[in-house]
């Protein structure tokens, strides 16, 4: 055979292979091969793939400033709570006035509540406050809302029937303001407690209430007794004589009109 016949032969096999590569390269298409019903199949696209849900931010808002029983009310509101996840026990906050803590409270279901109270005649600018939930820092949401003076001098009226206001002589001190107020107005609850050490004179009241009671020692009682002087429906600053025969204040205990009073 000669040497351009065999030459020949060769080209044509080079040929026909070249043709058979570039006849499989179509049949398969630029997205590979084709899968057993026909459709094609594209890596990183499947329709199974979904986005992780997002959840909702954690809110704290200032829910509410307001007087109640005489005192300020400072309400705060932690939102979109986790169920399961029990927040920080405070809620710190600065009011205009110093650094204070409102306690955790009630939740209804995702809002867990916040409250703590200023006395009356407080003013309020509440420009920050945070909460820890599971190590993370909440701030306040709505700073400067509510900011004003709050002067809460205005209760309801009330009847004491047991004992009536005034002079009352007891064997043995009733302990705390929790046992003076259930004594005095009972189902009333505490407002606040001023701590006056041994002081003498006239004293101001430092906040409203619908009963005050004065805690002076023995005065114008039998000895062994103690004396506790009661003045209702009492207005913040309002001005407390002096107990009889110059003796000493210990204290006033403020207490909320008892329901039945009303």
Known sequence: ????????????????????????????????????SGASVQAGNSTDAKPAAKQQDLQLNLSHVECVDGRVEVHFVLLFVPDGVTPGDFVT?????????APRGKNTGNVWH?????????TVDIES??????????????PGSYAGTYNCNTVVACNFPNPSPGLTCLDSPLGNEASECAYFAPGSTVLGKTDLDGTTGSQQTTMAGAIAIVKDG???????????QTYTNVTAGQLIPPPPGGSSISHITYCSCPPLAQ
Do not use: F
């Not at 032969?9 to 997205?31: F, K, M």
């Not at 906050?93 to 803590?101: F, I, L, S």
């Open 114 to 122: 916040y409250t703590d109270y200023l006395p009356s005649g407080s």
């Open 1 to 36: 055979m000669s040497t351009s016949l065999r030459s020949g032969r060769v080209v044509l096999g080079t040929l026909a292979a070249l043709i058979t590569v570039v006849a499989i390269a179509c049949s398969e298409g630029p997205s590979g091969p084709a899968s057993p």
């Open 93 to 101: 906050y600065n009011w205009g006035g110093g650094t204070r803590q």
């Open 129 to 142: 406050a945070t909460v820890q939930v599971s190590g993370q820092t909440v701030t306040l949401h709505n």
């Open 218 to 228: 023995k005065a114008g009682c039998s000895p062994g007794q103690q004396s506790y």
